[in-house]
């Protein structure tokens, strides 16, 4: 019996969904287990932001103790460093916005599809 592809309603061909096996632990290599076993934790994500939060609150107060010598006086304020990566790497971040509008190609770049349920031969 030789059914034919599934189509959606534009004509685009879909794949059937299948059941596919989740890995479990028995699948996993020792090794890997032992080295990357902690990300499967539900906690994982949380714990990485609080360690994130807690060693940037520290690089901002040890910027309190240290004592620099800039060409710039504004580079001497407490946080500026801080301050300054946050702002830069918003701008590059934010910047992708308006050059993805530039560089992206229209929607319908390719146009319509031309094949249609009706172009397809049916196998009786």
Do not use: C
Request: aromatic fraction near 12%; charged fraction near 20%; avoid cysteine.
């Amino acid at each position: 019996m030789n059914l034919p592809p599934e189509r959606d309603s534009s004509g685009r061909f879909v794949k059937p969904e299948q059941d596919m096996p989740q890995p479990s632990d028995h699948d996993m290599h020792p090794m890997s287990r032992l080295l990357f076993g902690w990300v499967s934790s539900p906690r994982t994500p949380m714990v990485l932001l609080v360690l994130t939060l807690v060693i940037a609150l520290g690089l901002v107060l040890i910027d309190f103790a240290v004592n620099r010598h800039e060409y710039l006086d504004f580079a001497n304020a407490n946080g500026f460093y801080a301050i300054w990566g946050f702002v830069a790497f918003a701008l590059a971040v934010l910047s992708g916005w308006p050059l993805g509008k530039l560089l992206r190609r229209d929607e319908d770049y390719y146009g319509e599809a031309d094949t249609t349920l009706q172009d397809v031969e049916q196998d009786s």
